[in-house]
């Protein structure tokens, strides 16, 4: 019998693929925001200062912010939000049951700009794709009279 969702398990993969859905926005987004700042970090030597002395947001030297430092917020919160895309991912893993290299690969998604968009719309397809033939197949399993 090939690997596949269990059709007790088609409930919540289905609550598990929403999450995904929900948590590979916002980590894209994040790490949108994280690449931005990479930029002006390395190339212009600047960070994004929150409510200092020079505005509500500015880009101030390292060494002079005074204030709350939205770059580390951005750095720390796109970690964080990257562990819940990955235990996401690997939640579906365990319940549609894909084979690890998918799972590997569906990880890159909060580490490459923009692939976690592109994960966003791919990976529900693949997902539902798996579970209509296992409806389908435990459809033909209840017809076969005994």
């Excluded at 970090?41 to 204030?67: C, H, M, N, S, W």
């Excluded at 580390?72 to 049951?97: E, K, P, Q, S």
């Excluded at 990880?107 to 296992?134: D, N, T, W």
Aim: hydrophobic letters at 55%.
């Amino acid at each position: 019998m090939p690997l596949g969702p269990r059709p007790s398990d088609i409930p919540r993969i289905r609550t598990a693929l929403a999450v995904y859905r929900v948590s590979a926005i916002i980590t894209g987004v994040f790490l949108l925001l994280l690449c931005v700042m990479m930029v002006l970090r390395y190339v212009y030597g600047v960070d994004i200062e929150l409510g200092g002395p020079f505005g509500f947001l500015a880009l101030t030297p390292k060494e002079q912010i005074t204030a709350i430092n939205l770059s580390t917020v951005i750095l720390i919160t796109h970690g964080w939000l990257y562990v819940l895309y990955l235990g996401c991912d690997f939640v579906l893993w365990r319940l549609v049951r894909f084979p690890f290299g998918r799972f590997v690969f569906i990880a890159l998604g909060g580490i490459i700009p923009f692939l976690s968009f592109y994960f966003e719309f791919q990976v529900p397809p693949y997902i539902e794709k798996r579970i209509a033939a296992i409806d389908t197949s435990a459809a033909k399993n209840a017809e076969v009279p005994a």
